[in-house]
């Protein structure tokens, strides 16, 4: 039987292992492999390719086996943006970082990076964000700019022979209907290989299957208006979801999808 060796895992913070415990991180204990996860809350499928794709390159530039290494892909929002900036120093103030709560904002994946990738939201407070979603943003462009690296991400995928799994995070990846219909989506839409994916329509989803909006966390929110903090519900899956989720949705699908591979029984001591 064979077994993988390696796992690499990207999305926004329902995949950022950094400050919680999120799936590829039960993922990774389950099977007690080798790891690299690049997730980054509120980064968006752009980044989410990139990173991707640069570290299974290292991976096989380094010799690895592509039969041993395991990709597992959550996409965020498509509407969040990102553009990169050769020169940090010079191009944006040193301020940015500490903008809308953002632990780690510009982001860089490639060694001895002189630059960076800026993250942009629309509800930003951020300069660079009001300048683009007052001006540049569209929504049916993004749902284009999604599908292309879905795209871009599975075919590199398998020309390179890696198993892979993808979801989304949330329905917002997809079921915006009005923009989801536009020719220009519709005909890449028919080109994504589905059998790759997990078996819901997104993590979000498949949560509030088994909870209801008061077993998720809530966060202080400033009311616009009063300026007052209000509490507010939390969409972030907890991290006994995160564990649910792994043991009961991405094992038994990875077991399903590659019988020639061993996979790891959850226990729920992980």
């Keep these: 039987m064979?077994?993988?060796?390696?796992?690499?895992?990207?999305?926004?913070?329902?995949?950022?292992?950094a400050t919680r415990d999120t799936w590829p991180a039960y993922l990774d204990t389950a099977y007690g492999i080798e790891y690299i996860h690049?997730?980054?809350?509120?980064?968006?499928?752009?980044?989410?390719?990139?990173?991707?794709?640069?570290?299974?390159?290292?991976?096989?530039?380094?010799?690895?086996?592509?039969?041993?290494?395991l990709v597992g892909i959550m996409w965020s929002n498509p509407d969040r943006h990102d553009a990169y900036f050769s020169n940090l120093n010079d191009q944006l103030p040193a301020h940015v970082k500490y903008l809308d709560a953002m632990r780690v904002n510009p982001t860089a994946y490639v060694d001895d990076d002189p630059g960076g990738w800026l993250i942009m939201n629309p509800h930003w407070?951020?300069?660079?964000?009001?300048?683009?979603?007052?001006?540049?943003h569209d929504f049916v462009n993004h749902r284009i700019n999604t599908y292309e690296k879905i795209l871009w991400v599975q075919y590199y995928l398998k020309v390179s022979g890696i198993k892979y799994f993808m979801v989304p995070f949330t329905d917002k990846v997809f079921k915006n209907e009005e923009f989801?219909?536009?020719?220009?989506?519709?005909?890449?839409?028919?080109?994504?290989?589905?059998?790759?994916?997990?078996?819901?329509?997104s993590m979000h989803e498949w949560c509030y299957t088994h909870w209801t909006a008061e077993d998720f966390p809530t966060i202080d929110?400033?009311?616009?208006?009063?300026?007052?903090?209000?509490?507010?519900?939390?969409?972030?899956?907890?991290?006994?979801?995160?564990?649910?989720?792994?043991?009961?949705?991405?094992?038994?699908?990875?077991k399903n999808s590659f019988p020639d591979y061993f996979c790891p029984e959850f226990e729920d001591t992980v």
């Excluded at 407070?125 to 540049?136: A, E, G, M, V």
């Excluded at 219909?181 to 078996?199: A, C, E, R, S």
């Excluded at 208006?225 to 907890?238: A, E, F, M, R, Y």
């Design 221 to 254: 929110v400033q009311n616009s208006t009063t300026g007052k903090l209000v509490k507010q519900i939390d969409n972030h899956p907890t991290d006994f979801m995160h564990k649910r989720f792994t043991k009961e949705i991405i094992l038994p699908h990875i």
């Design 2 to 17: 064979k077994h993988f060796k390696y796992l690499v895992t990207s999305g926004c913070s329902f995949s950022d292992v």
């Design 38 to 69: 690049t997730g980054l809350a509120s980064q968006g499928n752009s980044l989410i390719a990139r990173k991707t794709i640069f570290a299974v390159q290292q991976l096989l530039n380094q010799g690895v086996n592509p039969d041993e290494i």
């Design 125 to 136: 407070k951020q300069k660079t964000s009001n300048i683009y979603y007052s001006y540049l």
């Design 180 to 201: 989801q219909n536009n020719p220009n989506v519709q005909w890449m839409k028919t080109l994504v290989d589905w059998t790759q994916w997990l078996p819901v329509d």
